[in-house]
Structure formats: C-alpha cells, structure tokens
C-alpha cells in the first residue's frame, strides 16, 4: 500500500538509510549548468523565505528494514542535492 508522507529535503537526507539506484533507472544526467540552475533556484526562493517545492520524490521503502531505500522517481535532484 502506497502511503505518502510529507518530509523536507533536511529529513530525507539525514535518514540513516541507503539510497539505491535502480538498473532501471536512467544513470544521471545533469550537466553542470542544469545542476547550477537548479541550486539557483533553491537560493532564491531560501532568500525569499517562501520555501521551494522540489516535486515529488518516490521511495520504495520494503527493503527499509534492511536499510536500504530504492529511489524510484527523483534521483536526478537528490544525487544533485547530496553530490554538491
């Protein structure tokens, strides 16, 4: 069963979990302005204090006990997010 929880992108990176990326998955594919862009973005919207919703981000959380999180949508802004 599906069940959404609301998290801020502080909470999801600080979980004591393994992010697994999926062979089905694409491998990343930012380029450096695309990944400048988006940190612009986040700059802007932290100064103004509004906050910025990053899109949803899909976990499949069954393997969680054993510490490990799939990431099923969202790689791309989390790899962005924890790489810099």
Same mark, same amino acid.
């Given at each position: 069963?599906?069940?959404?929880?609301?998290? #801020?992108?502080?909470?999801?990176? &600080?979980? *004591?979990?393994?992010?697994?990326?999926?062979?089905? =998955?694409?491998?990343?594919?930012?380029?450096?302005?695309? $990944? $400048? @862009?988006?940190?612009?973005?986040?700059?802007? @919207?932290?100064? *103004?204090?509004?906050?910025?919703?990053?899109? &949803?981000?899909?976990?499949?959380? *069954?393997?969680?006990? =054993?510490?490990?999180? &799939?990431?099923?949508?969202? =790689?791309?802004?989390? #790899? &962005?997010?924890? *790489?810099?």
């Amino acid at each position: 069963m599906i069940q959404p929880r609301p998290n #801020t992108i502080g909470e999801i990176l &600080t979980l *004591s979990k393994h992010f697994v990326v999926p062979p089905y =998955q694409r491998g990343y594919a930012w380029e450096s302005d695309e $990944a $400048a @862009e988006f940190f612009t973005d986040l700059e802007m @919207e932290s100064e *103004s204090g509004r906050g910025l919703f990053l899109g &949803t981000l899909i976990f499949n959380v *069954s393997e969680e006990s =054993q510490d490990r999180i &799939t990431i099923v949508d969202g =790689q791309q802004r989390l #790899t &962005t997010i924890s *790489s810099y």
